[in-house]
């Protein structure tokens, strides 16, 4: 199957993701999709702070400075979420130095499905994107410039069922549904601050055809 993610290690409280609408089981796990996502209290830091793969060497301690454990578990058994989450549509990893970002994901053995510039806040930015098993791997950075430091997991995007009913659920802690960039779906970003939740995390709706 190649490399897979198994788990993301968030520095939050599991009562921030439960408030807003994750299931969160006595061990502070939530399964979205075939993903776990390990919630480990702020003493570890803001937003995602590691992950765990599935298909690289044994030896693998980081990817382009991500702190990477390696994992031969199972998928996670999806679970119910109030909000309507069913999995997670993408990984955006930022990217200080994109070549050399782009070059540590290619020693893993992935190469880019599609590449597109773009802008971030008004800054042109470019988009790798790779396929993870069922999760798309959104790499982000200048396309012009690169920086010294380590690369950061630095954002959610769940798909949930009904977006007009995640939005109802979420009531004002979630900004307003409007059209995603790709071409049919919708999209809404929860306002994690207000929650207590340090990642930042959008809501879309499925992909036409799935639905």
């Not at 993903?35 to 937003?47: H, I, Q, W």
């Not at 798309?136 to 380590?150: M, Q």
Request: overall charge negative.
């Amino acid at each position: 199957m190649g490399v897979t993610i198994d788990e993301l290690v968030i520095a939050d409280a599991p009562d921030a993701w439960a408030a807003a609408g994750f299931a969160v089981d006595d061990a502070a796990v939530c399964q979205v999709g075939s993903v776990r996502l390990r919630l480990v209290g702020g003493d570890r830091g803001k937003g995602i702070v590691g992950w765990s793969l599935r298909g690289v060497p044994l030896d693998l301690t980081d990817v382009d400075g991500v702190p990477t454990a390696v994992s031969d578990g199972p998928p996670a058994e999806p679970q119910e979420h109030a909000n309507g989450v069913t999995h997670i549509d993408h990984v955006v990893v930022l990217s200080p130095d994109l070549p050399r970002t782009l070059a540590a994901l290619s020693g893993l053995g992935l190469e880019p499905r599609r590449v597109r510039d773009g802008e971030l806040g008004g800054v042109p930015m470019r988009q790798a994107f790779f396929r993870l098993g069922d999760v798309i791997l959104e790499v982000v950075g200048a396309p012009d410039s690169a920086s010294e430091g380590p690369s950061s997991l630095w954002g959610l995007t769940h798909t949930v069922a009904d977006i007009d009913a995640t939005a109802a659920f979420l009531g004002d802690r979630t900004g307003p549904v409007k059209d995603a960039v790709q071409p049919g779906r919708r999209i809404t970003t929860l306002r994690n601050r207000e929650i207590g939740i340090s990642v930042r995390t959008a809501l879309i709706s499925p992909h036409p055809i799935n639905r």
